[in-house]
């Protein structure tokens, strides 16, 4: 009897494991949210928890598809546009077997795009969700998941001096990211920045609405964001009916950024 109830402990433990968001660095940043207008919600929801092995969470108004270092937040509204045109192009997944994936994907009748070697020298593919959500897939079959979150990507004229200003804003280092330089990482998600010779769009109102960040004390954040002068589309507010803190800025491309505080209670 023991060591059955001492599995059960261990399964339930893994489980937890596998949705929590990373460990914060030492400022009490970790990487939040992704979050998604969507015109079928149920539809994600299903494609989130059959394809990325996600986990649904309810909390008063908030639909979020929980999963490792991440959560997808979901929010049942027509988007102006799909994601690709804006300066938020697309976010990313490690995954340990490509073909697999891609194999159950298209059963699915759901679009495979490019296939390709990718920076690191894995093999990629780019496939598209709903609603033109675009979402990059990179094989690494080391990982212990099905599937892990792994990278924002931002493409914009501007790369450098934006990837300046998040290192900046976050207090955190550019590093390389196989052969793309200009990238930098917070716990559990890196960010990569690439050029653009077309202009890109601001994300709110299209699929990829925002990003988010999650913070420890949110509220002293904010104050160390206004001393650095940066200007709050939203200022800091506590949310009990969502469990959240939150506060809301745009970057300087026009990239919306959510930080909250108890995402990582989902």
């Known amino acids: 009897m023991r060591v059955i ?9 893994m489980g937890t494991a596998q949705a929590q968001l990373a460990v914060p660095n030492e400022a009490g940043l970790t990487y939040g949210h992704v979050h998604l207008n969507v015109s079928d919600i149920e539809l994600h929801k299903r494609l989130w928890v059959d394809h990325f092995g996600g986990t649904v969470v309810q909390k008063g108004s908030l639909t979020a598809v929980r999963m490792r270092n991440m959560a997808v937040i979901l929010t049942e509204r027509v988007p102006t546009g799909g994601s690709q045109g804006t300066v938020m192009d697309h976010f990313g997944f490690k995954v340990r077997n490509i073909a697999t994936f891609l194999a159950k994907w298209r059963a699915e009748g759901l679009p495979v795009g ?4 990718g920076a690191e020298g894995q093999r990629n593919a780019y496939i598209m969700m709903p609603d033109d959500v675009y979402v990059e897939l990179q094989e ?8 892990e979150p792994y990278h924002i990507h931002f493409f914009t004229a501007e790369y450098e001096s ?33 050029n653009a010779r077309e202009e890109r769009l601001p994300t709110k109102g299209r699929s990829i609405d925002h990003i988010g ?4 004390d949110l509220e002293a954040f904010c104050k160390l964001l206004e001393e650095k002068g940066i200007a709050f589309d939203v200022a800091y507010r506590d949310i009990p009916s969502i469990g959240l803190k939150t506060a809301f800025i745009t970057d300087p491309t026009g990239v919306y950024i959510e930080f909250t505080e108890g995402l990582d209670e989902y």
Request: net charge negative; glycine share 6%.
């Open 162 to 194: 934006l990837l300046q200003w998040y290192t900046q804003l976050l207090n955190i280092e550019a590093r390389p990211r196989g052969s793309i330089e200009s990238t930098t990482n917070v716990p559990g998600m890196n960010l990569s920045f690439g």
């Open 5 to 13: 109830t001492g599995l059960i402990l261990i399964l339930l433990t």
């Open 213 to 216: 960040f999650e913070v420890d």
């Open 140 to 147: 690494d079959q080391m990982l212990d998941l099905e599937v």
């Open 114 to 117: 490019r296939e390709f070697i």
